[in-house]
């Protein structure tokens, strides 16, 4: 199967304030995302891709078409994935992810909109985000192709010269023993 690049607009992010919003001491541990397909019909989603950048965790909401007649709803598909296995260090700070719909908590068909939580509860990272966002559908089945009679069905290989022992050695060179 092959993948297709879905064109998507990503939002600036949304803080969620963790403390005093006044003081220095208030930090934002939660970000919000949203990415919308302007130029795209409700579709399947098959992969998530991007790179980390001190996020912790991540949960991804997706809206989904419904029916005509019933608005589209909001659907947690990704709970509190771990991005960082202790927030507190740098393992998994920087590292590529892959998301498949496999992975998923709910059926990845008929998207409109994705939101990203992002939670970084460590106090050591200033900042915290993900970048190169790429998102994927399923692309159409490669048609089956054709190939020449001469490569679908392979001359029968030659026989090898059969060994013949003389004095405990084979030799290829003599084909009778008298």
């Known amino acids: 199967m092959s993948r297709v690049s879905v064109p998507c607009h990503v939002k600036g992010t949304v803080a969620l304030q963790v403390g ?4 220095s001491q208030g930090r ?3 970000l919000v995302i949203d990415v919308t397909f302007p130029s795209v019909a ?3 989603l098959q992969e998530i891709m991007f790179k980390n950048y001190y996020t912790a965790f991540l949960s991804i909401r997706v809206r989904q078409h419904t029916s005509p007649h019933t ?5 947690t598909c990704l709970r509190d994935y771990c991005l960082m296995p202790d927030p507190h260090s740098e393992e998994g700070a920087q590292e590529y992810v892959s998301l498949f719909k496999h992975q998923m908590l709910c059926d990845m068909a008929r998207v ?13 990272w200033l900042s915290f985000t993900v970048e190169e966002l790429q998102i994927y559908q399923q692309g159409s089945k490669s048609p089956s192709m054709t190939f020449p009679k001469w490569l679908s069905h392979p001359v029968p290989c030659e026989q090898p010269a059969p060994l013949i022992e003389v004095d405990g050695c084979y030799d290829l060179n003599l084909l009778s023993y008298t």
Do not use: C, H, M, N
């Not at 005093?20 to 003081?23: E, K, P």
């Not at 608005?71 to 659907?75: Q, R």
């Not at 409109?112 to 050591?124: G, K």
């Open 20 to 23: 005093d919003v006044r003081t």
């Open 28 to 30: 934002p541990g939660v």
């Open 42 to 44: 409700p579709f399947e």
């Open 71 to 75: 608005p589209a709803k909001w659907v």
């Open 112 to 124: 409109l909109e994705l939101r990203l939580i992002l939670r970084q509860p460590s106090p050591l």
